[in-house]
C-alpha cells in the first residue's frame, strides 16, 4: 500500500500537470468539506463514479476488452441493497455485502461465455446484458417499483452508528475511492496485473508466455464487475433513492467519459476523469437531455482528438513540439542543400 | 388460441420485414468498411420523426414527406460519416473506439430529437385507410401488406443496385478487399460515404413504414438499432439476406413472446436470443459471410 503510494507521488512528481491536478482535486475537496452546499453532491457522485470507472478502467484499460455493460452489476447490488434495507428493513452491511456478491455471482455466470467473444460481438453482447438489467429494474415493479424507484433506503453504517451528515459521507465516499484506486494499483503491479496487460498486448504471445488468456479476462471481468457493484451500492446508501435511471444507458455513457477525459489505461486518470465531468455544470440540473448531449457530443470529440486522456496531454505536447523541431531542421537542411 | 398464434405471427412477419432492413443497413456499412454502426438506430428514429415533421406540421402529402424524410436522413448518414467516423478512420482508431463513437453519436442524435420535436410519441396516418383483408380467418391489414412488399421491393432494388451497377460492384469489390479495390482505381473512402448514405436511408424507409403501426420517438432509437443487429447476427454478419430472414425470425419469436410471456418482457426477450446466438452459434444460422 505504501509502496503504492510513493509510486503514485513518484509519477506525479514527473509530470507536472499531474500534480497541478491532484493540488486542484485536494483544494476542491477541502474547500467543499469547509464550504458544504451543492458542490458537496457533485463531489460525492464523483467518488462513486471513481470507483466504478477504476474497475472499468481495470477491464478496458488494462485487459483491452470492453464491456457496455457493467450498469447491470451496479445495478443488482444497487437494487439489492435498497430493496433488502428499505423493504425488509436489513441493515446496510449485510445487504451491500448480498449485493455485491450477488453481482459477482452474475458476473462469474455471463463473463464465462459472454468473454469468449471478441470486436463487436463483445460490445453487442455486453450492451446487451446492461439493457436487459435495466429492462427488468423497470419491469418486475412488484419488487423494484418500476420507474417510481425506491427511496427510504438506509444511509451508510453499521448497527447504530451511520454515518447520515453530508461531510460524513464525504469523508466516506473519499476514503473509499482512494482506497479502490490504491488497490487498483498494487493489482496493476502485480503478477496478475502483468498478465492483463499482456493479454491486451497480444493474445497469442500472452498465451506463448503460458498465460491462461481466458481465465486471465475472466479474472478482469470479476474484480471490475465488483467496482461496478461496490458503485452501485454505494451510490443508493449514499443518495437514499434508486430508480432504473441511475443504472440506465446514461451511467454507461457517463463512465465512459469520464475514462476517457481522465486517460483510459492510466491509473489515476479515472480521479480526474470523474471529477471534471462531475464538476460540469449541467451535471446536476435538472436538463438531463443537455447532459447527455453534453456528453455524447465531448466523448466524440476527446475520442478523435485526445483518445488518451487529460494526462497524455504533456506527452502530446511535447511529441508536438519535437515534431515541429524536425520539421523546422529537416527545412533548414533542405534549404541548405539548395544554396 | 391458435388464431392468436397464427394472427401474432403474423404481426411479427411484419415487425421482423422491419428488422431485417435495419439489419441489412449494418450490413451495408460492414460490409464496405469492417464498421459496427451503433448509430443506425437513430436512422430508424430520425426517418419516423421527419415524416412526421413534415406531414404534420408543414402539411405536405404523405409521400413527399416520406421521400424528403428519405433524402435528409441519407443526408445525415453522410454528416455522420464526415463528422465522427472519417477522422476516427484517418487516425487508425481500433474497432472499440469506432464503437463508443457511434454510441455516442447515436446518443447526441437522440437528444437533439428530443430537444427539437419533444418528447410525446408521435405516429403516422397507415397509407391506406380500409379495413383489414380477411384471409384464411386472419385479420391481414393494408399497413402490412405496404410493409412487406416495400420490404421486398427494396430488397430486389438493392440487389440489382449490387449485381448490375458500377457503383454497386465497386461498393462490393470494397467488401471483399479494400486495398485491391483501391489499386483498381475505386475511390474507397468516397465508397465509405455512398456506404453511410444507403445505410441510413434504408434505416429511415424502415421507420417511415413501421411508424403507422407503432409510433416513433425520440428513444425507439437503441432498440431498433438492437433488433436490426441481432436479426445480422442471426443471419451471420454481412450477408444481407440473411440479416432479412434473421430479422423476421427475430419478429416472430418476438410476437410469440408477448403472447406466451406477456408484453412487458418482449425486449427482454430479444435480447435474450441475441446473447443464445452469441454464446451458441456466432457465426449465425448460414454461417459467416467470408
Same mark, same amino acid.
Given at each position: 500500500m505504501m509502496n503504492s503510494l510513493?509510486?503514485?507521488?513518484?509519477?506525479?512528481?514527473?509530470?507536472?500537470?499531474? +500534480?497541478? $491536478?491532484?493540488?486542484?482535486?485536494? @483544494?476542491? /475537496?477541502?474547500?467543499?468539506?469547509?464550504?458544504?452546499? !451543492?458542490?458537496? *453532491? &457533485?463531489?460525492q457522485?464523483?467518488?462513486?463514479?471513481?470507483?466504478?470507472?477504476a474497475g472499468l478502467n481495470l477491464f478496458m484499460g488494462f485487459t483491452g476488452q470492453v464491456s457496455f455493460g457493467h450498469n447491470a452489476f451496479a445495478a443488482i447490488s444497487g437494487y439489492t441493497s435498497a430493496v433488502l434495507t428499505a423493504t425488509y428493513g436489513w441493515d446496510?452491511?449485510?445487504?451491500?455485502?448480498?449485493?455485491?456478491?450477488?453481482?459477482?455471482?452474475?458476473?462469474?455466470?455471463?463473463?464465462?461465455?459472454? +468473454?469468449? $467473444?471478441?470486436?463487436?460481438?463483445? @460490445?453487442? /453482447?455486453?450492451?446487451?446484458?446492461?439493457?436487459?438489467? !435495466?429492462?427488468? *429494474? &423497470?419491469?418486475?415493479?412488484?419488487?423494484?417499483?418500476?420507474?417510481?424507484?425506491?427511496?427510504?433506503i438506509a444511509p451508510l453504517g453499521v448497527g447504530r452508528w451511520t454515518i447520515t451528515s453530508d461531510r460524513g459521507i464525504l469523508i466516506?465516499?473519499?476514503v473509499v475511492a482512494l482506497l479502490s484506486l490504491l488497490m487498483v494499483r498494487g493489482i496493476r503491479r502485480s503478477r496478475l496485473?502483468?498478465?492483463?496487460?499482456?493479454?491486451?498486448?497480444?493474445?497469442?504471445?500472452?498465451?506463448?508466455?503460458?498465460?491462461?488468456?481466458?481465465?486471465?479476462?475472466?479474472l478482469a471481468f470479476l474484480i471490475s464487475a465488483g467496482y461496478a457493484a461496490v458503485a452501485g451500492s454505494l451510490f443508493v446508501h449514499a443518495v437514499g433513492f434508486v430508480s432504473p435511471e441511475v443504472f440506465g444507458l446514461h451511467m454507461v455513457v457517463l463512465a465512459f467519459t469520464m475514462l476517457y477525459v481522465g486517460g483510459i489505461g492510466t491509473i489515476v486518470g479515472p480521479v480526474f476523469g470523474a471529477v471534471i465531468v462531475a464538476l460540469l455544470p449541467e451535471t446536476f440540473r435538472g436538463f438531463k437531455e443537455y447532459q447527455d448531449l453534453?456528453?455524447?457530443?465531448?466523448?466524440?470529440?476527446?475520442?478523435?482528438?485526445t483518445p488518451r486522456g487529460l494526462v497524455s496531454l504533456p506527452d502530446l505536447w511535447r511529441r508536438r513540439k519535437a515534431a515541429q523541431k524536425t520539421d523546422v531542421q529537416q527545412t533548414s537542411a533542405r534549404q541548405g542543400g539548395a544554396a | 388460441m391458435l388464431d392468436l398464434v397464427a394472427q401474432s405471427i403474423l404481426s411479427g412477419i411484419g415487425v421482423g420485414c422491419i428488422y431485417g432492413l435495419i439489419g441489412i443497413g449494418f450490413c451495408v456499412i460492414y460490409n464496405a468498411s469492417g464498421i459496427v454502426n451503433f448509430a443506425q438506430g437513430a436512422f430508424v428514429m430520425m426517418g419516423g420523426m421527419v415524416t412526421y415533421t413534415a406531414f404534420a406540421r408543414y402539411g405536405l402529402p404523405l409521400p413527399l414527406a416520406a421521400a424528403l424524410a428519405i433524402v435528409l436522413v441519407a443526408f445525415a448518414g453522410v454528416v455522420l460519416e464526415r463528422l465522427v467516423v472519417r477522422p476516427l478512420w484517418n487516425r487508425g482508431s481500433t474497432m472499440f473506439v469506432m464503437i463508443l463513437a457511434t454510441l455516442a453519436a447515436q446518443i447526441v442524435i437522440?437528444?437533439?430529437?428530443?430537444l427539437a420535436a419533444g418528447d410525446q410519441p408521435r405516429t403516422l396516418p397507415v397509407f391506406t385507410d380500409r379495413p383489414p383483408l380477411r384471409i384464411l380467418g386472419l385479420a391481414v391489414n393494408f399497413q402490412f401488406l405496404w410493409i412487406v412488399a416495400c420490404s421486398l421491393l427494396v430488397i430486389v432494388l438493392l440487389a440489382l443496385f449490387f449485381s448490375s451497377t458500377k457503383t454497386g460492384k465497386a461498393m462490393r469489390a470494397c467488401s471483399i478487399n479494400r486495398d485491391a479495390a483501391a489499386l483498381q482505381g475505386i475511390p474507397v473512402s468516397r465508397m465509405l460515404a455512398l456506404a453511410f448514405a444507403l445505410s441510413a436511408a434504408l434505416g429511415a424507409f424502415a421507420g417511415i413504414l413501421i411508424t403507422p403501426t407503432q409510433y416513433t420517438a425520440f428513444n425507439v432509437g437503441v432498440p431498433f438499432a438492437i433488433s436490426g443487429f441481432i436479426a445480422a447476427i442471426v443471419g451471420g454478419f454481412g450477408r444481407p439476406l440473411g440479416a432479412f430472414t434473421g430479422g423476421i425470425l427475430l419478429g416472430v419469436a418476438q410476437a410469440l413472446a408477448i403472447v406466451f410471456l406477456g408484453s412487458a418482457f418482449k425486449n427482454v426477450a430479444a435480447l435474450s436470443i441475441l446473447l443464445l446466438f452469441l454464446f451458441v452459434r456466432p457465426?449465425?444460422?448460414?454461417?459467416p459471410a467470408k
Open positions: 510513493t509510486s503514485i507521488w513518484a509519477e506525479a512528481r514527473s509530470n507536472p500537470l499531474l +500534480l497541478v $491536478l491532484w493540488l486542484a482535486v485536494a @483544494a476542491l /475537496a477541502a474547500y467543499v468539506f469547509v464550504n458544504g452546499g !451543492y458542490l458537496m *453532491a &457533485v463531489l457522485f464523483a467518488c462513486i463514479y471513481v470507483v466504478f470507472v446496510p452491511v449485510p445487504a451491500a455485502v448480498l449485493g455485491i456478491g450477488g453481482a459477482l455471482a452474475c458476473a462469474l455466470i455471463v463473463g464465462y461465455p459472454v +468473454l469468449r $467473444l471478441r470486436g463487436h460481438y463483445l @460490445a453487442m /453482447a455486453t450492451l446487451a446484458i446492461g439493457l436487459i438489467a !435495466y429492462e427488468v *429494474a &423497470v419491469q418486475w415493479d412488484s419488487v423494484t417499483q418500476g420507474y417510481m424507484g425506491i427511496s427510504g466516506f465516499l473519499i496485473g502483468r498478465s492483463f496487460v499482456a493479454v491486451a498486448g497480444s493474445e497469442d504471445a500472452a498465451r506463448a508466455l503460458g498465460i491462461d488468456v481466458a481465465r486471465t479476462k475472466l453534453a456528453y455524447g457530443a465531448a466523448l466524440v470529440l476527446i475520442l478523435i482528438y | 437522440e437528444r437533439l430529437a428530443l457465426t449465425g444460422l448460414l454461417g
